[in-house]
């Protein structure tokens, strides 16, 4: 069976670049966490130098799926394998992406200190977001299509963190305008993170029922 | 827009590069070369200026519309053309570095290098052994033991041995049409060739047949060269690690190969958007 095998040999492969794309993703959103908690602009420049790297597993991804789309037709559950599997690199390259955008914004934030109260909930909301990403590559390296209800539940935390950023901190935070721009605006990163998890969820129940989410 | 799709054109010449970049294909030299070759049959002419190279072990597939020379092309490869009445050939078809079409060439001993499959199996009337056993006897090995030991090298060699290895004495012809093509396929191999035309090899054949052939070539490019005429396109594209595209640009007009490259590359990117109608079915 070797021409057959050769391909789904390739798919095998296609596959785990997806999952080593997905453990870089997950990396560099640990490290914009503890960037972010330790204001520690070298961290963050290494985050943004280092975004070159998630942008090359997009490109052998895409370049890889395209190729096995375009030689061997594939149907049913391998096609929409290779559809998935290209598009989800592109969530984890989004969201590796606004962990550049975080690390972005923090240029202006050396020398300020952080509250607390931003402190713990920034820290909160990321250890959320980034529980929303690994809950969505575990449910594709599981081939899980549940997930994406309870992905969405986890979601609304972050969303409601993100209001919270959005009204109460904005409106009554003391802190100096540009320090609150920043904060705002890495909530809003974050929340967009979150929202690329829900979006892998949704996209590996499809993978595996076929089936579009309502 | 233009701007738009160019860069859209960019990007996904440059994912099929990167792939192509991690596992690049030695160049492998040609194996056969068409030297502007043409072909008429009477005034009719078939073929223009064919120029042509065949890369050494690997599958180049020829695909195009019907009527367009792809079988003409293939059969000049070999000379199989010689015995239609009125076949005139110019220009030259080199095997390793030698004109086949050189008077005083040795056409029998190229037929056996340069073997041929065929659409429909067409495998003698005889025994499944006798019909391997054929052509070694005819090149003039007598031992039984020999001829024996080539046969199941050559039925082994096809994917057919242990299907066959129980009635090498009953009739080819009770055998499946995959099991007849593949048996054609070892009377090939049991010659010793280098070369390997296919016509259509598998336009005959099931589903499941026909992916039993495709593993079987993709098996033996390792040591042969193999040359694939076949309008199936997905065939193509899943077989063939080079493809060559031809077409007439009108009715009467001689064939011509439009575009030659790598199988990855005429499937994702092709440069002629005459190959592009083609193969993604805007043709005609």
Known sequence: MKARKDFHQQLDELYLELLRMANATMEVLERTRAAFRDVDMEAAQSIIEGDDEIDGYVTRIDGEGIKLLARQAPVAIDLRTIVIIMRISQELERAADNCVNISKAMENMQGYALSPWIRENMDEMFRWAIKIIVGAVNAFKERDPDMAEELTRMDDTVDRINREFLTTYDRESEDETELVVRVVMTARFLERVADHGVNIGKEVRYMVTGEFAD | ?284
């Open chain 2, 1 to 284: 827009m233009d701007d738009q799709r160019e860069r859209i054109t960019e990007y996904t010449r440059k994912c099929a590069d990167s792939f192509l970049q991690e596992t690049r294909m030695e160049e492998p030299g040609p194996r056969m070369t068409l030297d502007n070759l043409s072909m008429s049959y009477g005034d009719f002419r078939a073929l223009e200026d064919i120029m042509l190279e065949i890369p050494r072990e690997r599958i180049t597939a020829i695909i195009g519309p019907s009527g367009c020379g792809k079988s003409s092309l293939l059969r000049c490869l070999n000379r199989m053309n010689d015995i239609i009445p009125g076949c005139r050939v110019t220009g030259e078809v080199r095997l390793d570095g030698e004109n086949i079409y050189d008077p005083g060439y040795d056409v029998i001993r190229l037929r056996r290098t340069v073997g041929m499959v065929f659409q429909k199996p067409n495998p003698f009337p005889k025994t499944v052994y006798e019909n391997v056993a054929y052509g070694p006897r005819l090149a003039g090995v007598k031992d039984k033991g020999e001829l024996n030991g080539v046969v199941e090298e050559s039925l082994k060699k096809a994917a057919l041995w242990e299907e066959v290895k129980g009635k090498l004495l009953g009739p080819a012809m009770n055998l499946s049409g995959g099991q007849q093509q593949r048996l054609c396929i070892a009377r090939v191999l049991a010659v010793e060739p280098e070369v390997i035309l296919l016509d259509e090899p598998c336009s005959a054949l099931d589903p499941v047949a026909t992916q039993r052939v495709e593993d079987l070539l993709a098996e033996l490019k390792e040591r042969y060269t193999m040359v694939i005429v076949t309008h199936n396109m997905q065939q193509a594209a899943r077989v063939s690690d080079f493809t060559a595209f031809v077409m007439i640009e009108n009715q009467g007009e001689p064939g011509e190969v439009v575009e030659f490259g790598e199988t990855n590359h005429i499937f994702t990117n092709p440069a002629d958007e005459r190959t592009e109608r083609y193969i993604t079915g805007r043709f005609g």
